[in-house]
């Protein structure tokens, strides 16, 4: 809260109108949540003042860990049935898709859930820009009345997330590699290469991203290119690929950190994890390093084989 407040504060003395709070919960590329302390705290902020709170949770099904996830709609009915009713409803939103829950990216379904007519209004004229077909509404409704089906194929999906996550995270373990502890949702890991770095600047990453993908042959995300403050981190993808490809990969990336092993720096040297932030700061970043899926033109994602 300290942040948002003087973020915002910063943004006044700018003469910067804030009209909206952009929240992806849960995170993307870090793959962790807002408990609901915290999210009542945004929600009081945004009101107090008059700021639209936008939640996008498009991974919300994804928690594959503790703590439970909370939606924003949690906190809402939690405060209409306290009979506060401090919050104004016209100022909250929720964005969402089907396309990491569910796994249906090809189908373009999203979803816009608000109580502000105004809102809603300019939402389904927009909508006539990208028509879902009839045949696709028809299926997914279809499949969403399927209660059973759907709290099954979560639960099943939770599990393998889980089990993937572990394995992955254990597998990078073992060759010295960290990833984000508090990380328990999402399709990816937020990988620590800190130690690779020649040196700490987003320079140094660029090429150590470069190296990765051109020699390595494996596609993954530079931090920098998610705004994140502190160089070395890179998320990666491993829930779109099968457990044999997962090990090809795990044994590149160990092939790769024992032929630079000499060249590591001691974790000891490194500051805490816990004082990682996502940072939009003013920095200008190039061409290479803006795309958090690929930052050059032609992606060199490749199915890993041998």
């Not at 945004?42 to 703590?67: M, Q, R, W």
């Not at 939606?71 to 929720?94: C, M, T």
């Not at 060759?175 to 990988?191: D, E, K, Q, T, Y």
């Not at 994140?228 to 160990?254: H, K, Q, Y």
Request: charged content about 25%; hydrophobic content about 40%; aromatic content about 8%.
């Amino acid at each position: 809260m300290e942040d948002l407040e003087a973020a915002y504060e910063m943004a006044k003395l700018n003469n910067i109108r804030v009209k909206g709070l952009l929240l992806t919960n849960p995170s993307n590329p870090l793959g962790t949540i807002l408990d609901g302390d915290t999210l009542r705290n945004i929600a009081a902020f945004t009101n107090e003042n008059n700021i639209h709170l936008i939640c996008d949770e498009i991974y919300s099904a994804t928690v594959f860990g503790k703590p439970d996830y909370v939606s924003i709609a949690e906190i809402v009915d939690e405060d209409r049935k306290s009979g506060r009713n401090g919050l104004n409803l016209d100022l909250i939103h929720i964005v969402y898709s089907l396309s990491k829950d569910m796994g249906f990216p090809g189908l373009r379904v999203g979803i816009v859930y608000s109580y502000n007519d105004v809102v809603m209004n300019c939402a389904r004229k927009m909508s006539s820009f990208g028509l879902v077909s009839a045949q696709t509404q028809h299926m997914i409704g279809s499949m969403l009345s399927d209660q059973e089906f759907v709290e099954e194929f979560l639960g099943a999906n939770r599990a393998r997330l889980a089990e993937r996550h572990g394995a992955f995270t254990g597998g990078l373990g073992r060759v010295g590699i960290r990833c984000l502890r508090s990380s328990n949702a999402g399709l990816f890991v937020w990988m620590d290469l800190r130690r690779l770095l020649k040196e700490q600047s987003v320079e140094a990453e660029t090429a150590l991203w470069r190296v990765i993908i051109n020699e390595v042959k494996l596609n993954v995300s530079p931090g920098s290119s998610f705004h994140c403050s502190e160089p070395g981190w890179f998320r990666v993808c491993f829930a779109n690929m099968d457990d044999e490809t997962m090990e090809v990969a795990l044994g590149r990336i160990r092939a790769f950190v024992a032929k630079h092993k000499e060249a590591m720096k001691p974790a000891r040297k490194l500051c805490a994890q816990s004082s990682l932030k996502l940072s939009f700061s003013g920095r200008i970043y190039d061409e290479f390093i803006m795309s958090p899926r690929s930052p050059i033109p032609q992606s060199p994602l490749v199915r890993a084989r041998t």
